[in-house]
């Protein structure tokens, strides 16, 4: 019905309004049909337009893990802020990078370390920065060797990260290589002289070569082609005592000193070793052998030594003299 109360004309197939309406129809289905097969034709990248269809095309399927983790993250630290706590929360569990990156799965969940013997893991990992609090991608390998070969016991260390969440750690130790006693205390050192540890009897050190003195552990190479020089007394020497850092004393296995020139010490050490081959002396009442001269050996006996040589000495006539009667 019209606006007046009319019923409306029907679309029939005889009335002009039906015809016109037929041949719309008809066009928009074949431009339907068109657009479908163009549609077809082009690749599913084009087929949709506009703002959506871009923003899909741009967007990783995980974007909407990442922003939904992104949102709770920021949630939580305004919530910490708000509280007064969120100093306190990065505190106990590292850095905001850091606790975003374990969050995303790049933690240190592993640590394989490998050539340690006397080192401790604690050690290493104290060393090298690696706490549950830190993450593999802001983890520093270059300053976390550096810690490493900073422990007296390291020579050379490598640090490799494996991501998502595995670090690597080769440790090359130092071997002992002597003892060094100074001011009254022992250390246990490596050849080049560096400080390993502090010396507590342990059994392993004990048959360590012994160095005394003041820069005494940066001269091995010194004392060890002394006492390569020693021949068949070689064996028989426990200690070298670097003497105002210029010249040595050797002790032997006897107590007995062997007190070296600060030139050539060698040379008066091969004539100690021939003498001794030829009269022994190392048998004798003797504490202390003075090879300082060059032209002769000066023997310090004994107490008890001293006091029988001095006692026969008087009981001995004196030549010149007549005896008084």
């Not at 708000?82 to 850091?98: C, H, V, W």
């Not at 609090?133 to 810690?147: K, M, Q, T, V």
């Not at 969440?165 to 009254?184: F, H, K, M, S």
């Not at 004392?223 to 670097?242: C, E, H, K, N, W």
């Amino acid at each position: 019905m019209d606006g007046g109360g009319r019923l409306a004309e029907p679309l029939t197939a005889g009335s002009p309004g039906g015809a016109t309406a037929r041949a719309g129809l008809r066009a928009a289905l074949r431009l339907d049909a068109l657009g479908s097969a163009l549609s077809a034709d082009l690749p599913a990248a084009f087929r949709r337009r506009g703002p959506m269809a871009r923003l899909e095309r741009r967007l990783p399927r995980w974007a909407g893990t990442m922003l939904l983790t992104a949102f709770f993250g920021a949630t939580t630290i305004a919530g910490l802020s708000a509280g007064g706590r969120l100093d306190a929360f990065f505190a106990q569990n590292g850095s905001p990078r850091d606790v975003l990156a374990r969050a995303l799965g790049f933690g240190i969940d592993a640590v394989t370390i490998s050539g340690i013997a006397r080192l401790d893991e604690r050690e290493v990992l104290a060393a090298a920065g690696i706490d549950p609090r830190g993450s593999l991608p802001f983890l520093d390998a270059g300053i976390a060797r550096e810690g490493l070969e900073a422990l007296p016991l390291v020579g050379h260390a490598s640090v490799r990260k494996l991501f998502p969440n595995q670090v690597t750690i080769g440790i090359e130790e130092r071997e002992p290589y002597a003892l060094w006693q100074v001011d009254g205390r022992v250390y246990v050192i490596a050849a080049d002289g560096r400080v390993i540890d502090v010396f507590h009897d342990d059994p392993r050190y004990r048959v360590l070569p012994h160095v005394v003195g003041e820069g005494a552990n940066e001269r091995l190479d010194d004392y060890f082609a002394i006492v390569d020089a020693a021949g068949p007394l070689r064996a028989r020497i426990r200690a070298g005592s670097l003497v105002a850092e210029r010249r040595w004393t050797l002790t032997l296995d006897s107590g007995i000193d062997l007190r070296l020139p600060e030139r050539d010490p060698m040379a008066a050490l091969a004539r100690f070793v021939a003498l001794e081959r030829e009269h022994a002396l190392l048998d004798k009442d003797i504490i202390a052998v003075d090879l300082r001269m060059p032209d002769r050996i000066v023997v310090r006996l004994t107490e008890e030594a001293a006091a029988a040589r001095a006692e026969e000495m008087e009981d001995r006539p004196l030549r010149g003299r007549g005896v008084r009667t």
